[in-house]
């Protein structure tokens, strides 16, 4: 029924340590956001983003050599501190999302982004 | 003369012709997503119903005969198109329809048909074995940019700007559309030509131009091949 639903939750639980520590890279779609949470295993502390490139919607990597973002699908990179384009100048940026470790588990903020 | 047909259909849960569609008319990922097999794409000429592109192709297995190759592809309508191309000197003519029998599933129906002459009468048994494999392992490449494209349109994304804000926006309202030309943003590689022409026109009378003068400048294209998927870095000691 309309305007019965619940109001999206204010973090979500995406893995554990041992798991990121595994796969090195975490993809969760957060259906309750409609978006894409994306962990990347970043000393010190893990890199969180909305997984979806702003160009096309492409799937975003973080290369650990350039400290850049970078789209699978055309290859265009983003700044992995600010989350700006750096191919081209463009309105869209790549969204961050605050997060925290809480008894092993990863948790991150929906209204985190800058 | 010989003629040589191949068909291939698909069903494909969670998509839409809007992002089946995007996916033929996106040259820019070609050189990245099918790295493999395209060198280099550059769009010559594209609108809402054309594009010319020149291709650096390279096929599977004879991954050493690099070659360049024209392509034309001709929109019928929103779901429809066709391809002109040539390999190796062989005149290729693909048409594409997609159908969506259900929401969010489609049925892509692929045809590819090879005109043999000549001596590339010879060619018609490579091309049994190799184009079923070239079809898959293209379909199988683009299958993720499909379907993430459909997901992300449902969820109102925005080209050049990605997700709306506010959750609340996140859906797509009325049937998913996405425009046939893909915009670029100036300076795309893609858009350098090999050739820069232009036509000007000098003074006119009763509305007839009296001398047009036609002007071209050879320039180098710059690449549009980017470095392949990212490995993330292991640990000393891994």
């Given amino acids: 029924m309309l305007g019965h639903n619940p109001p999206p939750p204010d973090e979500v639980s995406v893995c554990s340590r041992e798991e990121l520590a595994k796969e090195r890279r975490i993809n969760h779609w957060v259906e309750a956001w409609r978006d894409e949470v994306v962990v990347f295993d970043r000393a010190p502390h893990p890199l969180v983003i909305s997984g979806v490139c702003p160009h096309f919607g492409g799937e975003l990597d973080f290369v650990p050599q350039s400290q850049k973002l970078r789209c699978r699908w055309h290859a265009w990179e983003f700044d992995a501190e600010d989350g700006r384009c750096l191919t081209y100048p463009m309105k869209g940026c790549v969204k961050f999302f605050k997060s925290e470790w809480r008894d092993g588990k990863l948790v991150v903020f929906r209204n985190a982004n800058p | ?6 068909e291939f259909r698909r069903e494909l849960a969670n998509c839409s012709i809007a992002a089946g569609m995007w996916n033929y008319w996106d040259a820019e990922h070609v050189g990245v ?3 493999a097999g395209y ?3 550059k769009i010559l000429f594209d609108d809402e119903r054309m594009r010319v592109d020149l291709l650096v192709v390279r096929p599977p297995v ?3 005969l690099k070659t360049f190759s024209w392509a ?6 929103e779901n429809t198109f066709s391809n002109y191309t040539t390999m190796f000197g062989v005149p290729v003519l693909t048409t594409l329809a997609i159908t969506e029998p259900a929401p969010d599933m489609i049925v892509s129906r692929s045809r590819y048909v090879f005109f043999l002459s000549s001596w590339r009468v010879m060619l018609a048994p490579v091309l049994r074995w190799l184009v079923p494999i070239w079809a898959n392992k293209i379909w199988s490449e683009d299958l993720p940019l499909k379907l993430r494209r459909h997901r992300a349109l449902k969820s109102g994304f925005k080209d050049f700007n990605g997700l709306p804000e506010s959750i609340a926006e996140r859906h797509a309202s009325g049937p998913l559309k996405v425009p046939t030309r893909v915009p670029r943003l100036p300076g795309c590689p893609i858009d350098d030509k090999p050739v820069e022409y232009g036509f000007k026109t000098s003074g006119e009378m009763n509305g007839t131009p009296l001398e047009t003068v036609y002007s071209e400048r050879v320039i180098k294209p710059r690449s549009n091949r980017r470095p392949g998927p990212v490995r993330l870095q292991a640990e000393p000691g891994e």
Avoid: P
Avoid at chain 2, 1 to 6: E, H
Avoid at chain 2, 72 to 77: D, G, R, S, V, Y
């Fill in chain 2, 1 to 6: 003369m010989r003629i040589l047909d191949f």
């Fill in chain 2, 33 to 35: 997503v099918h790295g």
């Fill in chain 2, 39 to 41: 060198d280099d794409d």
């Fill in chain 2, 62 to 64: 004879f991954r050493f």
């Fill in chain 2, 72 to 77: 034309i592809h001709q929109k019928h309508a």
